[in-house]
T-cell receptor
Framework: IAGITQAPTSQILAAGRRMTLRCTQDMRHNAMYWYRQDLGLGLRLIHYSNTAGTTGKGEVPDGYSVSRANTDDFPLTLASAVPSQTSVYFC??????????????FGPGTRLTVL | RKEVEQDPGPFNVPEGATVAFNCTYSNSASQSFFWYRQDCRKEPKLLMSVYSSGNEDGRFTAQLNRASQYISLLIRDSKLSDSATYLCVVNAGTGGFKTIFGAGTRLFVKA
């Protein structure tokens, strides 16, 4: 593994189903993030974790939950998917605390369609 | 008003042209600034950081104007491979959870 991996690459899901998006990084970054990207809206933060064992809510957390049991993994769960959760989901990681030049590294994304 | 605003474009330019993008931000406490590049159906990747003194990386020059709260990206001698979406990114603190991404400016470079 080099960098950040996400699974699945894409998924079509029936509304009401539960879904977990997986994210794993091997850079030993303390912080990890989940974003969704929708046309015209840019990247919006769903949840984040500054260190293993802690999580926080971002701009659009409703309908999503996360856990951070260890440094490497940061799964995102949709408990009961709705069509408005159709989006491209990106996982990212960075150092924390961050210096002014620290940046985020992104996984390849998961394209989720909820019907 | 959005915290980070960009002209969505698209900018359509011929190869060899010079093109510039601007981005404005609303939080005067913002501390760090970046340009990311995102290719179609790919993840965003860091293009360059933006410093108060400005910085240059080959054909790319980034500038920061704190007084007017905007940053800019200049691309000289555009290549076909520069076609992408350019995201303006602003961080208001020492945590990535304070990072705000602009919606992006699309650039198409034509032969």
């Amino acid at each position: 593994i080099a960098g950040i991996t996400q699974a699945p690459t894409s998924q079509i899901l029936a509304a009401g189903r539960r879904m977990t998006l997986r994210c794993t990084q091997d850079m030993r970054h303390n912080a990890m993030y989940w974003y969704r990207q929708d046309l015209g809206l840019g990247l919006r933060l769903i949840h984040y974790s500054n260190t293993a064992g802690t999580t926080g809510k971002g701009e659009v957390p409703d309908g999503y939950s996360v856990s951070r049991a260890n440094t490497d993994d940061f799964p995102l769960t949709l408990a009961s998917a709705v069509p408005s959760q159709t989006s491209v989901y990106f996982c990212a990681s960075s150092d924390f605390p961050a210096t002014p030049t620290d940046t985020q590294y992104f996984g390849p994304g998961t394209r989720l369609t909820v019907l | 008003r959005k915290e980070v605003e960009q002209d969505p474009g698209p900018f359509n330019v011929p190869e060899g042209a010079t093109v510039a993008f601007n981005c404005t931000y609303s939080n005067s406490a913002s501390q760090s600034f970046f340009w990311y590049r995102q290719d179609c159906r790919k993840e965003p990747k860091l293009l360059m950081s933006v410093y108060s003194s400005g910085n240059e990386d080959g054909r790319f020059t980034a500038q920061l104007n704190r007084a007017s709260q905007y940053i800019s990206l200049l691309i000289r001698d555009s290549k076909l491979s520069d076609s992408a979406t350019y995201l303006c990114v602003v961080n208001a603190g020492t945590g990535g959870f304070k990072t705000i991404f602009g919606a992006g400016t699309r650039l198409f470079v034509k032969a």
